[in-house]
C-alpha cells in the first residue's frame, strides 16, 4: 500500500514558560483508502497533529511527507499548493461562506487550482451529488441544517479528489444521529481511495473507523486495527 | 463511487514537485466583489467619504469648466471680438466717431461683422414722468443697431430686439441690469419707459452680456429714432467687430487709420475677449478651497475604508484560515483584500464622479450654461480614489497574508 501521509519523529511546541510541548516524536504512517480516528482528551496535541499533518503549521521537528514530498523545507506557497491539490479538510465550525450558496461554497475547494469557474461548477455539482445533496445545490448555509452544512463541507473538501481527508472534530456541533450519518459519509470516502483522518475526542466516532489511534500528552500511546 | 471514476480522475502525481496555486483574475476580483456583497451597507457607508470628496472635486471642475465653456462660447471660441471707442469728450461723456467709421470698417476684408452704437448724450431712463430725473439709475441710452446682438454674441431674455422697422419707433430694449433697476421682468405691450420727455415701448429684455457690460445698463433704441426723437447726430461713439480669428492682431493695427483717418489717435482699440478669457482661465479661490475640501473629505474616506478593512480581517479570520486550508498563498489572501480596498474605493470615486456630474448638470441647467464634465477631472478622481483605496489596503492586506492558517482556524 503507498502511504499518503508519513510523519516521522515530528516534534512541536509551543513558546511560553514553561514552553508546552504538542507533539513529542510522533509517527504516523496513512495509507490510500484508509479510514483512521485519533483519539485523545483535549490538550492531546490532536488538532496540533491535524495541522501539521495538513501543513496548516511547520512541525519545529520531524519529517512530514504527503504524496511521498518531504514538505518541511517548502516555501509557503509550495505548501499552499500541497493542500490545494492533495489535501482536503473537515472543520467542526463547517467554515462555510454564508452569502454562497451549496454549489459555489464548494467550488472554493478548487478555485486555487486556478480550473475556470465552469469546470469548478461542474465538479461541485458532482461532489455535492456524492454527499446526498444534489437537491439543495441553490441554498445558502443559513438554509440547511447542521448536517446538510457539514455534508457541504465534506462535498468541498472532496471536490478536488485529495488524497486525504483531515476532519477536526466533524460531529462536535452535531447530535449523535446526525454525527453518525457524517462519519459514515466519512468513512463512505475511502472506498473511492482516498484516506480519511478524523481527530475526536468522541468514542462514538472511533467504532465506524478501521484504525484507532490514541494520543494524550503528545504522544501516540497505542495504534490498533489494520493499516 | 465506482473504481471507473476513480480512474477517470488521476490524482497528483506522487514524486512530481508540487506546482503553487493558481488564482485566475476574474476569481480574485470575484472574491472581492464577495467580501463587498456579504456586507453591502458597510461597503456603502465606506465608499461614502471617498464618494464625497471625489463629488466635491469633480462638481467644482465642472461648474468651473462649464462657466468657462459658456463664456468662450459667448466670445466665441476665437475671441476674435474687437473694440473701437473715440476716447472721451471734457466732460467724460463718449466722445464721438466719424459717420463713415462703421461702413470704412466693413471694408476691411477679414472683417466679419461690424455694428456701431451712439451714446446719447444727457437723455435719462425712468419708469414714468413722475420720478424725479434725477433718479436717473445710472442707465445711460443708447442707439443701436438691429446687428448688435449677433456681433456681440449676445441674447434676449424677454420679448425680442429691435429690427428695421421698431428702430424707427419709440421701442426700446432694456439691457439686463437696466430692468432691474427699473423692475421691469416681462414684455406686454403696455409697458413703458419715460426717456428723456417721451414714452418709449418696451420690446425686449436682454441676457447679460459679458463682452460688453455697458450694454447690460443701457436702454437700447434704434438710429433712426435716436436721430429724430433723441437729437443723435448719427455718429456712433463704440463700433464691434469680429474679425477672422487669425486676422485679428492686422485689423487691429489698422482700425485707428479707418475709423478715424483724420485723428487716429483719438481711437482706442481693444479686445475684450482676451481680457475675459485670461479671468475665466484664472482659477476662482472658491475653487482651490473646495478641491482643498474634496481632498480631505477623501483621505477622511481612505482612513475610513483602512479601518473597515482591518475589522473585516480581524471578523473573517475563519475564513482566512479556510482559503489557506484550500491551498491559498499568503499572497493570494492578501490580494483578496487588497482587492476589496480597490473595489470599495472604485465604487466611491465611480459614485462621487456621478454625483459630481450630476452636480454640474443641475448647476449647468439652472443657470442656463452648458454643462460640461472635463474627462480629466474625471479620470484623477477615479485615478485618486483608486490611489486612496491601494494605501488603505496595503496594512490590512498585509494583516491577513501574515496570519498563520493554524492560528487563523483555531481562533474563529
Given at each position: 500500500m503507498t502511504a499518503v501521509l508519513e510523519i516521522a519523529e515530528v516534534s512541536k511546541s509551543y513558546p511560553g514558560s514553561p514552553p508546552v510541548t504538542a507533539l513529542a516524536a510522533v509517527d504516523l504512517r496513512i495509507h490510500q483508502a484508509e479510514r483512521a480516528v485519533v483519539l485523545g482528551p483535549s490538550g492531546s496535541g490532536k488538532t496540533t497533529l491535524l495541522h501539521v499533518a495538513g501543513t496548516l503549521e511547520r512541525p519545529g521537528r520531524g519529517s512530514v511527507k504527503i504524496g511521498g514530498e518531504e514538505v518541511s523545507a517548502m516555501s509557503d506557497a509550495e505548501l499552499s499548493g500541497v493542500r490545494a491539490r492533495r489535501l482536503g479538510f473537515v472543520f467542526q465550525q463547517f467554515h462555510l461562506l454564508d452569502h454562497l450558496d451549496a454549489v459555489h461554497n464548494v467550488a472554493l475547494g478548487l478555485l486555487y487550482r486556478g480550473s475556470p469557474a465552469r469546470e469548478r461548477r461542474a465538479a461541485a455539482v458532482e461532489a455535492l451529488d456524492r454527499v446526498g445533496l444534489g437537491h439543495r445545490l441553490g441554498h445558502r448555509p443559513s438554509q440547511l441544517s447542521g448536517g446538510e452544512r457539514q455534508r457541504v463541507a465534506i462535498a468541498r473538501a472532496v471536490v478536488g479528489r485529495p488524497d486525504v481527508v483531515l476532519a477536526d472534530e466533524p460531529t462536535g456541533n452535531l447530535d449523535s444521529a446526525t454525527g453518525a450519518e457524517i462519519i459514515a459519509l466519512l468513512a463512505g470516502l475511502a472506498d473511492d481511495g482516498t484516506a480519511v483522518v478524523v481527530i475526536t475526542h468522541d468514542q462514538a466516532v472511533a467504532a465506524a473507523m478501521d484504525r484507532r489511534v490514541l494520543m494524550r500528552d503528545g504522544r501516540i500511546i497505542s495504534d490498533q486495527g489494520p493499516r | 463511487?465506482?473504481?471507473?471514476?476513480?480512474?477517470?480522475?488521476?490524482?497528483?502525481?506522487?514524486?512530481?514537485?508540487?506546482?503553487?496555486?493558481?488564482?485566475?483574475?476574474?476569481?480574485?476580483?470575484?472574491?472581492?466583489?464577495?467580501?463587498?456583497?456579504?456586507?453591502?451597507?458597510?461597503?456603502?457607508?465606506?465608499?461614502?467619504?471617498?464618494?464625497?470628496?471625489?463629488?466635491?472635486?469633480?462638481?467644482?471642475?465642472?461648474?468651473?469648466?462649464?462657466?468657462?465653456?459658456?463664456?468662450?462660447?459667448?466670445?466665441?471660441?476665437?475671441?476674435?471680438?474687437?473694440?473701437?471707442?473715440?476716447?472721451?469728450?471734457?466732460?467724460?461723456?463718449?466722445?464721438?466717431?466719424?459717420?463713415?467709421?462703421?461702413?470704412?470698417?466693413?471694408?476691411?476684408?477679414?472683417?466679419?461683422?461690424?455694428?456701431?452704437?451712439?451714446?446719447?448724450?444727457?437723455?435719462?431712463?425712468?419708469?414714468?414722468?413722475?420720478?424725479?430725473?434725477?433718479?436717473?439709475?445710472?442707465?445711460?441710452?443708447?442707439?443701436?443697431?438691429?446687428?448688435?446682438?449677433?456681433?456681440?454674441?449676445?441674447?434676449?431674455?424677454?420679448?425680442?430686439?429691435?429690427?428695421?422697422?421698431?428702430?424707427?419707433?419709440?421701442?426700446?430694449?432694456?439691457?439686463?441690469?437696466?430692468?432691474?433697476?427699473?423692475?421691469?421682468?416681462?414684455?406686454?405691450?403696455?409697458?413703458?419707459?419715460?426717456?428723456?420727455?417721451?414714452?418709449?415701448?418696451?420690446?425686449?429684455?436682454?441676457?447679460?452680456?459679458?463682452?460688453?457690460?455697458?450694454?447690460?445698463?443701457?436702454?437700447?433704441?434704434?438710429?433712426?429714432?435716436?436721430?429724430?426723437?433723441?437729437?443723435?447726430?448719427?455718429?456712433?461713439?463704440?463700433?464691434?467687430?469680429?474679425?477672422?480669428?487669425?486676422?485679428?492682431?492686422?485689423?487691429?493695427?489698422?482700425?485707428?487709420?479707418?475709423?478715424?483717418?483724420?485723428?487716429?489717435?483719438?481711437?482706442?482699440?481693444?479686445?475684450?475677449?482676451?481680457?475675459?478669457?485670461?479671468?475665466?482661465?484664472?482659477?476662482?479661490?472658491?475653487?482651490?478651497?473646495?478641491?482643498?475640501?474634496?481632498?480631505?473629505?477623501?483621505?477622511?474616506?481612505?482612513?475610513?475604508?483602512?479601518?473597515?478593512?482591518?475589522?473585516?480581517?480581524?471578523?473573517?479570520?475563519?475564513?482566512?484560515?479556510?482559503?489557506?486550508a484550500l491551498g491559498a498563498t499568503r499572497r493570494q489572501v492578501g490580494l483578496q483584500f487588497l482587492t476589496e480596498s480597490l473595489l470599495l474605493s472604485a465604487l466611491g470615486g465611480v459614485a462621487g464622479v456621478l454625483l459630481g456630474a450630476a452636480a454640474t448638470a443641475g448647476y449647468a441647467i439652472s443657470s442656463g450654461q452648458p454643462a460640461v464634465v472635463p474627462p480629466a477631472g474625471v479620470a484623477v478622481g477615479i485615478g485618486v480614489a483608486l490611489g486612496v483605496g491601494a494605501l488603505a489596503g496595503v496594512y490590512p492586506a498585509a494583516r491577513a497574508a501574515r496570519l498563520a492558517p493554524a492560528e487563523a482556524l483555531r481562533t474563529s
Open positions: - | 463511487m465506482s473504481a471507473k471514476s476513480v480512474a477517470s480522475r488521476p490524482r497528483a502525481e506522487p514524486g512530481r514537485p508540487p506546482a503553487t496555486p493558481r488564482l485566475r483574475v476574474a476569481d480574485l476580483v470575484a472574491s472581492g466583489l464577495l467580501g463587498l456583497r456579504a456586507r453591502k451597507l458597510r461597503a456603502a457607508l465606506s465608499a461614502l467619504g471617498i464618494a464625497i470628496g471625489i463629488a466635491a472635486a469633480v462638481a467644482v471642475l465642472g461648474i468651473s469648466a462649464s462657466s468657462r465653456a459658456n463664456l468662450l462660447a459667448q466670445l466665441g471660441a476665437e475671441g476674435n471680438l474687437l473694440t473701437v471707442t473715440a476716447g472721451q469728450s471734457y466732460d467724460g461723456s463718449p466722445a464721438e466717431l466719424p459717420l463713415t467709421a462703421e461702413p470704412m470698417i466693413a471694408r476691411i476684408p477679414p472683417v466679419e461683422s461690424v455694428t456701431a452704437i451712439g451714446y446719447v448724450q444727457g437723455a435719462t431712463v425712468r419708469r414714468t414722468a413722475a420720478v424725479p430725473a434725477i433718479d436717473s439709475g445710472g442707465i445711460s441710452v443708447l442707439a443701436a443697431q438691429p446687428g448688435l446682438l449677433g456681433t456681440l454674441g449676445g441674447s434676449v431674455a424677454r420679448g425680442t430686439f429691435l429690427n428695421a422697422a421698431t428702430a424707427r419707433y419709440p421701442a426700446v430694449v432694456l439691457g439686463a441690469v437696466a430692468a432691474q433697476t427699473l423692475g421691469i421682468d416681462r414684455v406686454t405691450p403696455g409697458t413703458q419707459v419715460y426717456i428723456a420727455g417721451q414714452y418709449f415701448t418696451v420690446i425686449g429684455i436682454l441676457r447679460p452680456v459679458p463682452l460688453a457690460p455697458q450694454i447690460d445698463e443701457a436702454a437700447l433704441v434704434g438710429f433712426p429714432v435716436a436721430g429724430s426723437r433723441l437729437g443723435l447726430d448719427g455718429h456712433p461713439t463704440q463700433i464691434y467687430l469680429r474679425a477672422t480669428a487669425d486676422q485679428v492682431q492686422p485689423v487691429a493695427s489698422v482700425l485707428p487709420f479707418t475709423a478715424n483717418p483724420a485723428q487716429p489717435e483719438a481711437v482706442q482699440v481693444s479686445r475684450p475677449s482676451s481680457i475675459l478669457a485670461a479671468r475665466a482661465a484664472a482659477r476662482t479661490a472658491y475653487t482651490g478651497l473646495f478641491l482643498g475640501l474634496g481632498a480631505v473629505a477623501v483621505l477622511v474616506g481612505g482612513v475610513g475604508i483602512a479601518n473597515i478593512m482591518v475589522i473585516s480581517v480581524l471578523e473573517r479570520r475563519g475564513e482566512i484560515g479556510l482559503r489557506r
